[in-house]
């Protein structure tokens, strides 16, 4: 190589060869990078955008925490006021230190509402648990169950949107369903700063029942191959090899790692360059629980720019996937990155799927979702 550079300085000082494009890397050598070299810059600025958006979601994280604290504390102190409003409460040692300082005028008026507040606070919550039940119990579907008989179906039924507010409050009673998070890497897009924020996103997640997470990467992708196995200790996290000849991530690759997950309950997507909200895994499974429903998906997500522009965006289906179902419903419906996917909204089986109305569960650094937007509206 020393040869072929000497050589390759001596020709390009001849004037008649000193401005052609071959002898630039001679004649300046270190103002032309290589492909290469090119390429891991570019690898490099994607991760540091890709970061510093997550450390900002991160930080609008511990912001909606301290909100969902105060908002927590507001209510429980508003139900303990209408329980301990009820005489045969008032020595209740919760409810003598509550009301330790009545207001005299709220006092009086107490004994005598005491009736209607508990015929009201009684109808109230018998409202509630209809349409929110306090208790989760959920039930595995077997196979007969997915199918469906063709009267059971209704194309383009009315959709079942769940918020929030519905989703809260509620604790689980028997069984707490294992939830498989399925992850396909984009070849030659993994490196290890990107891994490592990737996993801390996904031990972020508040799920009260067992999880795990399958990693799918190409099988000629050596680097994923490498960095995944960082990872993976073959129990709560797996690795696994798939091939394809074109349009990685594909359908194939992630069935296989539904696959793989055998004992799980639950199968979710989990996209690699997304930013996952610690509480989507339950307020997914809840969705599913309340509605019962066998699959759950969340249908508008937020989309970010590397200047932090952000914008609340249609997703769920296509290449952003939020698909969450029964391991025995998706084994027989899931499509994830194909057209056909597209049918689980409008189609046979849009009676099968609640959709969850919360885009901040899932977040994306990718300008042309924000243009998709802006051109669609």
């Known amino acids: 190589m020393d ?59 511990e912001k909606e925490r301290e909100h969902e604290n105060e908002e927590i504390r507001k209510e429980s102190t508003e139900f303990m006021k209408e329980l301990c409003a009820d005489p045969a409460r008032h020595s209740y040692p919760a409810c003598a230190r509550l009301m330790a300082k009545p207001n005299t005028a709220a006092a009086s008026a107490a004994a005598p509402a005491a009736g209607k507040l508990r015929s009201s ?16 119990h959920w039930t595995a579907m077997n196979e007969s169950e997915t199918t469906g008989s063709p009267h059971q179906q209704h194309m383009g039924a009315s959709p079942l949107l769940m918020h929030r507010e519905e989703l809260r409050g509620a604790h689980w009673e028997g069984k707490i369903p294992k939830v498989a998070c399925i992850t396909v890497l984009p070849q030659g897009q993994v490196t290890e700063i990107l891994m490592r924020y990737f996993m801390d996103n996904y031990n972020l997640q508040h799920y009260d029942g067992s999880r795990e997470l399958v990693i799918v990467y190409h099988s000629e992708d050596k680097e994923a191959s490498r960095i995944a196995h960082l990872y993976a200790d073959g129990a709560s996290v797996k690795a696994a090899a798939a091939r394809g000849e074109s349009g990685f991530p594909s359908a194939t690759a992630y069935r296989y790692g539904a696959w793989l997950a055998h004992d799980a309950d639950l199968v979710v997507r989990w996209d690699f360059e997304a930013w996952h909200h610690p509480n989507r895994l339950s307020m997914q499974v809840r969705a599913m629980v309340h509605s019962k429903r066998p699959a759950s998906l969340v249908t508008m997500v937020t989309a970010f720019d590397a200047a932090g522009k952000n914008g609340t965006v249609a997703g769920g289906v296509g290449p952003h996937g939020s698909l969450m179902g029964d391991a025995a419903w998706m084994r027989k419906h899931w499509m994830p990155t194909l057209e056909e996917e597209n049918a689980l909204l409008h189609g046979l089986h849009s009676q099968d799927v609640v959709q969850v109305a919360m885009p901040e569960l899932l977040a994306y650094h990718d300008v042309t979702m924000l243009g998709a937007a802006a051109l669609a509206a």
């Open 3 to 61: 040869e072929i550079d000497a050589l390759g300085r001596e020709l390009c000082q001849d004037p008649a060869r000193r401005d052609s494009p071959s002898c630039a890397q001679f004649l300046h050598p270190h103002s032309t990078a290589s492909p290469k070299e090119h390429t891991a810059e570019k690898k490099h600025e994607n991760a540091m955008a890709h970061i510093k958006l997550l450390e900002k979601h991160l930080d609008q994280l």
């Open 121 to 136: 606070t009684a109808t109230k919550n018998s409202h509630h648990a209809a349409s929110q039940p306090h208790t989760l």
